[in-house]
Nanobody, 119 residues
Framework: QVQLVESGGGLVQAGGSLRLSCAAS????????MGWYCQAPGKQRELVAT???????NYADSVKGRFTISRDNANNTMYLQMNSLKPEDTAVYYC?????????????WGQGTQVTVSS
C-alpha cells in the first residue's frame, strides 16, 4: 500500500515562509512526476508546481519567483519552499505523485495540509 503524507503547513503572516514536505512510503518501485496542488474554500483544486523524476520543474504563474519545488529521490520525498507568502496563498495544499508499485502505475494523493496566511 502506497501512502503520501504531507507536513509543514500552518499559520504565517504575510511575507513569511513555510516549507512543506511530502513523504511517499510503501511498495514503491519508482516515482515519476510529483507535484503540489492547492484548494481554497469554494474553489477547484489547482496546480502549484510539479517536478519530474529528472528534476525538471513547472510552476503556476502566481507562485513563480516565490515558491521552489524540489525532491529527494533517495528518500522518496518532495518539498515546497514557500517564500513571500500572501493571504491569497491560503489553501489546503495536497501532494500528488505518479508511482509505480510492483505491478501498476497510478496517481496518488496525500491527505492535505492547511496553509493560512494572515494579512
Amino acid at each position: 500500500q502506497v501512502q503520501l503524507v504531507e507536513s509543514g503547513g500552518g499559520l504565517v503572516q504575510a511575507g513569511g515562509s513555510l516549507r512543506l514536505s511530502c513523504a511517499a512510503s510503501g511498495s514503491i518501485f519508482s516515482i515519476n512526476r510529483m507535484g503540489w496542488y492547492c484548494q481554497a474554500p469554494g474553489k477547484q483544486r489547482e496546480l502549484v508546481a510539479t517536478i519530474g523524476s529528472g528534476g525538471n520543474t513547472n510552476y503556476a504563474d502566481s507562485v513563480k519567483g516565490r515558491f521552489t519545488i524540489s525532491r529527494d529521490n533517495a528518500n522518496n520525498t518532495m518539498y515546497l519552499q514557500m517564500n513571500s507568502l500572501k493571504p491569497e496563498d491560503t489553501a489546503v495544499y495536497y501532494c500528488n505523485a505518479i508511482i509505480t508499485d510492483l505491478t501498476t502505475m497510478r496517481s496518488y494523493w496525500g491527505q492535505g495540509t492547511q496553509v493560512t496566511v494572515s494579512s
